[in-house]
């Protein structure tokens, strides 16, 4: 089975400018997480999803927002970009019938200029 | 709220040797809690877990983690180090008390930078 896979796997981007990210979850999982990891830091968590409906939300501000759709991937937006939005996005998929592991994708590579 | 802790920011061990990474954790119900992996520009590779039962759990590659109650810790070992286990490894944990919005989150540790030289 694939994992999950996220794309694109690089982005640059302009401050003001927007970005969507993209992710499709491990074939039969209905969860997906997003997460930020700043370099030399740990993830961290800005959005969950489960059918399609939003179950978590981190401490991120609005510009942040994302949907999942009714194949399961999802999608991560961020409007009006600042250079702190520079960081590796994580997506993370998760099924019923597992434990409470969470699967990572390879991530996107955001940077702002 | 929940919060985790990786005093080290770097760990150096000589191939062979056995090694330890260190986790500490703080939440308010009981922990689920995880190691993961990452090599560099890569995503996160999922190790091993505790979610109940023996305090001594293992996974992927050889490593194994203790699950201390009493210290709220929970290190990451392997009784002989590679090369190849050269990596960032970053502990996490959810509170298993909640349900419905929100339980699926991770609190991850600062992560620890392992080197194994060999």
């Known amino acids: 089975d694939a994992g999950v896979t996220q794309s694109p796997t690089h982005l640059i981007k302009t401050r003001g400018q927007h970005v969507t990210l993209r992710c499709s979850p491990i074939?039969?999982?209905?969860?997906v997480s997003w997460y930020q990891q700043v370099l030399g830091q740990g993830p961290q968590f800005i959005f969950q999803y489960y059918e399609k409906e939003e179950r978590g939300r981190g401490n991120f501000p609005d510009r942040f927002s994302a949907r999942q759709f009714p194949n399961y991937s999802s999608e991560l937006n961020v409007n009006a970009l600042l250079l702190g939005d520079s960081a590796l996005y994580l997506c993370?998929?998760?099924?019923?019938?597992?434990?409470?592991?969470?699967?990572f994708g390879p991530g996107t590579r955001l940077t702002v200029t | 709220a929940q919060s985790v802790a990786q005093p080290e920011d770097q760990v150096n061990v000589a191939e062979g040797n056995p090694l330890t990474v260190k986790c500490t954790y703080s939440?308010?119900?009981?922990?689920?809690l995880f190691w993961y992996v990452q090599y560099p520009n890569r995503g996160l590779q999922f190790l091993l877990k505790y979610i109940t039962g023996d305090n001594l759990v293992k996974g992927s590659y050889g490593f194994e983690a203790e699950f201390n109650k009493s210290q709220t810790s929970f290190h990451l070992k392997k009784p002989s180090a590679l090369v190849s286990d050269s990596a960032l490894y970053f502990c996490?944990?959810?509170?298993?008390?909640?349900?419905?919005?929100?339980?699926?989150?991770?609190?991850f540790g600062k992560g620890t930078k392992l080197s194994v030289i060999p």
């Open positions: 993370a998929s998760r099924g019923l019938r597992q434990g409470y592991e969470q699967y």
């Open positions: 074939s039969g999982h209905k969860s």
């Open positions: 939440v308010s119900g009981n922990p689920y």
């Open positions: 996490a944990v959810r509170d298993g008390s909640y349900s419905g919005a929100g339980s699926y989150q991770l609190t």
